[in-house]
């Protein structure tokens, strides 16, 4: 049958393309961790994580400010953007048949798509000219805003998980509902919610596009919130675009660090998921 | 790590829908209407639910906001070089000539090139990872796909510039070039390592994790009677495969323009390697620039409020198409996974 | 007379669940067999290892041999893509192609194997339409989709569709269950019809049915084959206690 040996080639012919696609996919990704690996494992010693960028040119030095700067971008980014990620969550679960929750869910996904650098400029038009400096709030400020939604989605999510008859265990009590819901149903919705703010906090650890616009650039330790600040994503780009064989050197020692901490943060999130959900 | 978009789709079969979650803080509610005649408790839930409705509504304001501020710091561009501004094609900060078309062309060009190329291999990962593998390297495979999602776009680009850029120049457009060059113009030689095709390439490889994953999860979600009724008319896996695509179709099309919105927002990995030189290049293996490219490059250098406000007037232009993107997209995936879910349960 | 399927010590499992139990029976060509039994008693099982369709599910396996005409389906060389192409399978509940017309879903089949001239596919197609008895109801409205008929319809049309890629056999799981009795009706009159072309396996949890429209019937319990035999005798005679616990209701 004539036809039948087409189909089969056909199928022969899917086949291939499709699990093709999906090696090359899996060789990009080894291809790239080996790299980063590789070439960030040579400049990585113990003077790395704490001494300050050599000046251009010159052998050795460190990236301390950068990881110090993007911690101290991540803890302020947090503080401002889990508490209101959160409650917005909440209110998209508790309140979901409500128009407004459905507008909000609407733009909350959309906020989550947009490109960080518009987000950069924004925190750049409303904080740094009111400032007239870059600083360390207006990148937190960025951040903010990348985490919220993110936040936002996972809380709604394991909130509306959270059985009913638990809340309606603690109504019974007299509690108050808002203390319910705050107190009961969300430490409840507990491991979801952190699942969530692992995600974001490994989202925004990378970010770079917002940071250029907002915080400025620092060879120095942490000064102030209200001063310009290292962060370790912009420690990558402006040493890896430099004509500098040390500096690079310290951009993929500086990219294998924070390559890491996102790995870790998602293979940390991906057990729990999978211990919760399967 | 999987980025947002994926999350929230993957977990959005988990939701259970309102039975799970009463709307319990409307007064009205009939189960907890006896409430009511407690003022106090009425007035710390009262004060919960329009202090919750405010914050969530912040996402909302955030949006609004940005508009706001991005008009009006981009005003005296706007004043100055109106709509022109859109069709320009010189970009001199010492004269103050400024006009965004190569950008724009920058930006659409290397995003339609990503989308070429990561659309095909994506479908192809998506139906490798709903359907056709065994079922027990599904999960380990999916994860690693969306470690490629965690991966920081920065961290794209360093690799990008020093190892991708060299042997996609070295080995993998000269064959091209010299072969479909002389039929395809836009693909002549000479080949430059930095270029619009570098930048559409490295857009590929960061939004196929994207694109898969949301394919998947409308491949997977295609009934299980519809496979079957194909397969025993003696289907193929390829004539198999068809099928899913076509029943999936509009969860392709919403996993394509997220993509798409993707891509056009995306900036460092892009700034790294497209060679940021502000023309329209007579060929994709020519260096370009793109709309937040230029922002990331540029911005700290512009002392001039001119100049300052055409660089956030680009941001307003990226801010219009971005939203747009974004609003259509969400749009399109919501209304396929709808479709999905009310076939599932039938 | 031939047999057109010899089922020989067939065992299948799910994963380490045991579904079929050494099951052996010989099926005669140009007849209807019904295959009875209570629910999860390895009935539906039992009519997929006839097309292969067993093994789609995860962690499923079968052993022993089932000729088919004669031949090992089961054999390593053996492509399942063949062997389902002439069996025709209509499942519990109508399962038609929403994104396709009522035409497209009958000669999606024929286009598979490669028939493109569009006068043959019409002519199967009405052929197709005309033997599921649902051309009347349907002529013109071929372009319509196949999701917009009522369940019944659906149900011939997955008929239909089975019927054009002209196979040797029709499988048939539960055809009805999801029906009501006038479309019950229509559909097991159309049974009837269909064993003068071809060799029909139906599974019915409706033994009035199995009475009805089948030649013989088997009657399998908890994975085993209790009793096969001719389906007047069966059910008049049977020869097993445990038949006619079943078949007077005793329990199921």
């Known amino acids: 049958m004539d036809n039948y040996a ?30 980063v690996v590789y070439n960030g494992a040579s400049a990585i010693n113990i003077g790395f994580f704490f001494e300050r960028p050599a000046p251009p040119g010159e052998p050795g030095g460190g990236i301390g400010p950068g990881i110090q700067g993007t911690v101290v971008l991540m803890a302020l980014a947090s503080l401002m953007g889990i508490p209101l990620g959160i409650i917005a969550g909440i209110y998209m679960a508790e309140f979901s048949e409500s128009k407004l929750a459905s507008a909000i869910r609407y733009f909350n996904d959309v ?4 490109p960080s650098i518009v987000i950069g400029v924004f925190a750049y038009t409303s904080i740094v000219i009111f400032m007239r400096t870059f600083s360390a709030i207006a990148g937190a400020f960025a951040l ?135 | 790590m999987k980025r947002p978009s994926e999350w929230r789709l993957s977990t959005a079969s988990l939701s259970y829908g309102k039975e799970l979650a009463p709307s319990f803080f409307y007064p009205t509610t009939p189960e907890y209407g006896g409430r009511r005649i407690m003022p106090k ?80 291999v994506s479908i192809g990962v998506a139906l490798v990872l709903s359907h056709f593998s065994p079922v027990r390297f599904r999960f380990a495979i999916s994860f690693l796909v969306e470690l490629l ?33 002389s039929v395809v113009p836009i693909l002549a030689p000479p080949v430059i390592a930095y270029s619009v095709m570098t930048g559409g390439v490295i857009l590929a490889i960061m939004i196929i994790p994207t694109i898969s994953a949301i394919t998947r999860d409308a491949f997977a979600a295609v009934p299980l009677a519809q496979r079957e009724a194909v397969i025993s ?114 | 007379m031939a047999y057109k399927f010899e089922v020989e010590q067939v065992d299948a499992w799910f994963g ?49 041999r089932l000729l088919f005409d004669g031949q090992n389906i089961y054999d390593d060389d053996v492509d399942p893509v063949k062997i389902r192409r002439r069996m025709g399978m209509v499942f519990q509940r109508a399962n038609p192609f929403p994104m396709m017309s009522i035409f497209d879903n009958v000669a999606v089949g024929l286009k598979m194997n490669g028939v493109r001239n569009k006068a043959k596919l019409r002519e199967a197609v009405e052929r197709s339409l005309k033997r599921a008895y649902l051309w009347d109801e349907v002529n013109d409205a071929l372009d319509k989709s196949g999701v917009s008929l009522s369940g019944g319809q659906q149900q011939r049309l997955c008929i239909a569709r089975a019927l054009a890629v002209e196979p040797e056999v029709i499988l048939m799981d539960e055809p009805c269950s999801a029906l009501d009795p006038t479309a019950t009706a229509k559909i097991e009159q159309l049974i009837m019809g269909l064993k003068e072309q071809y060799t029909v396996v139906i599974v019915t949890h409706n033994m009035q049915q199995a009475a009805r429209v089948s030649d013989y019937t088997a009657f399998l319990y908890l994975g085993e084959l209790v009793e096969y035999a001719e389906t007047v005798p069966l059910f008049e005679n049977p020869r097993m206690e445990l038949t006619e616990q079943y078949i007077t209701g005793k329990f199921g």
């Not at chain 1, 087409?6 to 080996?34: D, N, P, Q």
């Not at chain 2, 920081?152 to 990008?160: E, H, N, Q, R, T």
Request: proline residues 4%; glycine residues 8%.
């Open chain 1, 6 to 35: 087409v189909r089969k080639l056909k199928e022969k012919i899917f086949l291939s393309f499709a699990w093709l696609a999906l090696l090359l996919t899996a060789i990009i990704l080894v291809v790239i961790l080996g790299q």
């Open chain 1, 111 to 114: 906020l989550t798509e947009f």
């Open chain 1, 144 to 278: 903010a805003i990348i985490m919220i939604p993110i936040v936002a989605r996972t809380t709604e999510e394991s909130v509306k998980l959270v059985p009913a008859s638990i809340r309606e265990a603690a109504l019974a009590l007299g509690i108050p509902r808002w203390k319910t819901t705050l107190r009961i149903v969300l430490s409840t919705a507990r491991q979801g919610t952190i699942t969530g703010i692992m995600l974001s906090l490994g989202r925004i650890a990378g970010e770079t596009a917002p940071l250029i616009v907002t915080v400025g650039f620092s060879f120095f330790y942490f000064g102030g919130f209200d001063k310009p600040v290292a962060a370790l994503p912009l420690y990558i780009y402006t040493f890896a675009i430099s004509p500098f064989e040390s500096w690079r050197s310290l951009a993929w020692g500086s990219a294998l660090v924070l390559v890491i901490m996102v790995l870790v943060v998602n293979i940390v999130v991906r057990t729990i998921t999978r211990q919760k959900y399967r």
């Open chain 2, 41 to 120: 408790e009425i007035t710390g839930d009262r004060v919960f639910t329009w202090l919750a409705a405010g914050i969530g509504s912040s996402v909302i304001i955030i949006i609004f906001l940005m508009a706001y501020e991005l008009i009006k710091e981009s005003r005296l561009a706007i004043d100055k070089y109106g709509l022109g501004f859109v069709w320009g094609t010189t970009w001199d900060p010492v004269f103050f000539e400024f006009g965004a078309l190569p950008l724009i062309w920058g930006t659409l060009v290397t995003s339609a090139i990503a989308l070429l190329l990561a659309v095909p």
């Open chain 2, 149 to 181: 999602a965690a991966i920081p776009s920065v961290v794209y680009g360093l690799w990008g510039l020093f190892t991708l850029a060299p042997i996609l120049r070295d080995y993998i457009y000269p064959p091209i070039s010299s072969t479909l060059g």
């Open chain 2, 233 to 346: 008319l003696g289907a193929t896996r390829w004539e198999t495969a068809r099928l899913v695509m076509s029943y999936a179709r509009s969860g392709i099309i919403g996993a394509t323009i997220l993509g798409l919105g993707r891509a056009v927002g995306e900036t460092m990995a892009v700034t790294m390697v497209i060679g940021n030189r502000f023309e329209i290049p007579s060929t994709l293996f020519q260096p370009g620039y793109t709309m937040a490219a230029i922002i990331a490059n540029e911005f700290t250098e512009a002392t001039e409020d001119i100049y300052l406000s055409a660089l956030i007037e680009v941001g307003l232009v990226l801010f219009a198409v971005a939203l747009v993107i974004n609003m259509f997209a969400q749009i399109i995936v919501r209304r396929s996974l709808k479709m999905f879910r009310g076939a599932v349960r039938e």
């Open chain 3, 16 to 64: 380490a669940k045991q579904a079929l139990k050494q099951i052996s029976m010989k099926i005669k060509e140009n007849s209807i067999t019904a295959i009875i039994g209570p629910s999860g008693c390895g009935k539906t099982t039992l009519l997929r290892c006839f097309n292969r369709m067993h093994e789609l599910v995860p962690d499923a396996r079968v052993s022993g």
